[in-house]
């Protein structure tokens, strides 16, 4: 069963998006499912202990992209890709099949032609296994009504990384035992992100983690996501090497 897609567009002519394409991003991938089921994504998800939980998770877009910070925009001039991974076959699926039939598309002012795409399964590699983070990882706890992020070399960084990968775990009927431990590999200040999303100023990082946990929790990681706000597209991670 397909939970990994990769898409490649390409635009009509040159253009721009913002900084903040994200939510752009975020909103053709719910135009482009069956309405039931972009519905049931945006509205209910998936009930969790933290509250209801989205499960899909993407990246950023890749490609012919240059950053103008004047203007906060990227001249888009080339072909550029996004991948989208869920434990729920029928989003991937679904979303393939809505780019397959749909070859024209518009992401903000920029009008693109579906080029190219790939559905796989994901195997998870035997742990440890080091990810790559493809779209910024957060982590963040509610502190007297205000989030406060944490970076990669504070303890509370790494628990809540693994408190929240066992919280999807549980929510998708998976309890594997046995040991999880996320560690950070050659993380510096340069790999942190700060980005917008709507009315949000969000704190990540990019950068390398190696993953020591049984297959099913490594899965979850590689079709979920790492951290939180997975289905605003932050915290997309692949196996190295994939």
Known sequence: MVHYLRAKLVPVQPGTLPFAYREQLQGLIYRLLPEDLSRW?????????????KPFVFSRLAGKMQPDTSTKTFKVTGPVSFRLASPLTEVVQELGMALMLKRHLRLGNLELLHDELLLTEVIPPPAPVTLIARSPITVYRKENGRRRYFRPEEPAFLELLVRNLRMKAEALGKNPEGEVRIEPVGITPRHKKIERFH???VEGWMGRYRLTAPPELTWVALTSGLGALGSQGFGFVEAEGD
Request: aromatic letters at 6%.
């Open 41 to 53: 994504l945006h509205e209910e998800g998936l009930s969790t202990p933290q509250g209801r939980w």
């Open 199 to 201: 009315r949000l100023v």
